[in-house]
C-alpha cells in the first residue's frame, strides 16, 4: 500500500509559477511509475506529466510542454511538479498518483493522492 499527499497548490497571477510535492509512505516509489493529473471543475481527471521510476522517461500533456517539469527523488520518496508560465487553463485540483507499470492512462494507475489546489488569476 503507498499513501500519497500533495502539498504547494494556492493562488498565484498569470505567468506565476508554483512547486507540487507529492511525498509517499508505505512503500518505497522507487518501485513506482509516478504520475500528476488534473481535475477543472466540470471536466474529467486528465493527464499532466509522468516519469518512469528511475527518470529515465518522461511524458507531458501537450498543453504543459515547456512550461511544466517532473522529477524525483527516490530517495526523499517524493515526486515535484514545476509549473511555470501558469494561466486560468491550469487552475484545477492537482492529482499525484503511482502506477506499477510504465503507463499514461489514468486507469493505470493504483493509488491517489487527496489532491491540491492550483488557482491561477488572470
Known amino acids: 500500500q503507498v499513501q500519497l499527499v500533495e502539498s504547494g497548490g494556492g493562488l498565484v497571477q498569470a505567468g506565476g509559477s508554483l512547486r507540487l510535492s507529492c511525498a509517499a509512505s508505505?512503500?518505497?516509489?522507487?518501485?513506482?511509475?509516478m504520475g500528476w493529473f488534473r481535475q477543472a471543475p466540470g471536466k474529467e481527471r486528465e493527464f499532466v506529466a509522468g516519469?518512469?521510476?528511475?527518470?529515465?522517461?518522461?511524458n507531458y500533456a501537450d498543453s504543459v510542454k515547456g512550461r511544466f517539469t517532473i522529477s524525483r527523488d527516490n530517495a526523499k520518496n517524493t515526486v515535484y511538479l514545476e509549473m511555470n508560465t501558469l494561466n486560468a487553463e491550469d487552475t484545477a485540483v492537482y492529482y499525484c498518483?503511482?502506477?506499477?507499470?510504465?503507463?499514461?492512462?489514468?486507469?493505470?494507475?493504483?493509488?491517489w493522492g487527496q489532491g491540491t489546489q492550483v488557482t491561477v488569476s488572470s
Open positions: 498518483a503511482a502506477a506499477r507499470g510504465t503507463s499514461w492512462y489514468i486507469n493505470d494507475y493504483d493509488y
Open positions: 508505505g512503500r518505497t516509489l522507487s518501485r513506482y511509475v
Open positions: 516519469v518512469s521510476w528511475s527518470g529515465s522517461i518522461i
